[in-house]
């Protein structure tokens, strides 16, 4: 029901990385293309910390604002990101998990759909205090309002999850424009249905997350990455624990 996109996406080289630009046509898409841009740019790239992570969010966060300074009509632009990295950690190579915002990675394990990333957003606050539930925060009016995006001057901090290699584990990178669709059990049913932890064709399960995002309102962009792992690198540890442990945040 949109008649541009203001999402952007990458995949590649061990990164992935989904945006939800904001500051309408023109601008929106500009902040969002800019911030996966700058986070692809870790693609390939051997021996990545959290650290050149959190510093290259940091880095989009300043080329958006350096962006707004030579083109002042885009002034306001703002974008989300959430995303996906495999990086060096104490005991080999792990993922790491990362957003600002309010668009979302979830991880599938053991037949289990969980969100790994928590949103900056108005409704969340209401629902850590108590004050609404989950279920009510699905149609509460304020549920667009994001409390922390790129494109402002002072980036709070990038929050990280970083957990150990699983064989066969899949994550779900995605704006808003699904999981405002689709209940995270509807998104777990789905990935049940692809076949769980023998997935093999993430692109299909993309597609298929989309399709039943438009068909339940697509009222806004749906962008979907799906990242379905084989098995775990050659020098992982083996998993220690199935909790999500938050590293260290930066600052930009
Ligand atoms: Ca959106």
Do not use: K
Not at 75 to 99: C, D, H, I
Not at 157 to 172: A, E, I, T
Not at 204 to 216: F, G, T
């Amino acid at each position: 029901m949109r008649s541009h996109n203001e999402d952007a996406a990458r995949a590649e080289g061990g990164v992935f990385v989904v945006a939800d630009g904001m500051g309408g046509h023109a601008a929106g898409e500009v902040a969002s293309r800019i911030a996966v841009d700058a986070v692809a740019e870790l693609a390939g790239r051997p021996d990545l910390s959290v650290d050149d992570l959190v510093a290259q969010v940091g880095e989009a966060n300043r080329r958006i604002l350096d962006s707004v300074a030579e083109h002042p009509a885009r002034s306001g632009m703002g974008t989300t990101v959430t995303g996906l990295a495999v990086v060096r950690g104490e005991g080999g190579r792990e993922w790491a998990v990362f957003n600002v915002g309010d668009s979302r990675t979830y991880r599938f394990a053991d037949g289990r759909l969980a969100q790994v990333t928590v949103d900056h957003s108005h409704v969340q606050e209401l629902v850590d205090s108590g004050i609404i539930t989950p279920e009510q925060a699905r149609w509460h009016p304020g549920r667009n309002v994001v409390t922390r995006v790129l494109g402002r001057p002072a980036l709070r901090s990038v929050d990280v999850w970083l957990l150990p290699p699983q064989p066969g584990q899949v994550f779900v990178l995605c704006s808003d424009g699904l999981s405002n669709e689709l209940t995270d059990a509807e998104i777990e049913g789905i990935l049940t249905e692809a076949g769980g932890e023998v997935l093999v064709d993430a692109q299909a399960v993309a597609d298929e997350l989309v399709r039943r995002a438009v068909e339940a309102g697509g009222r806004d962009n749906v962008t979907v990455v799906v990242v379905a792992t084989g098995g775990a690198p050659a020098d992982a540890v083996a998993p220690d624990s199935e909790a999500p442990r938050e590293a260290p945040t930066g600052h930009a």
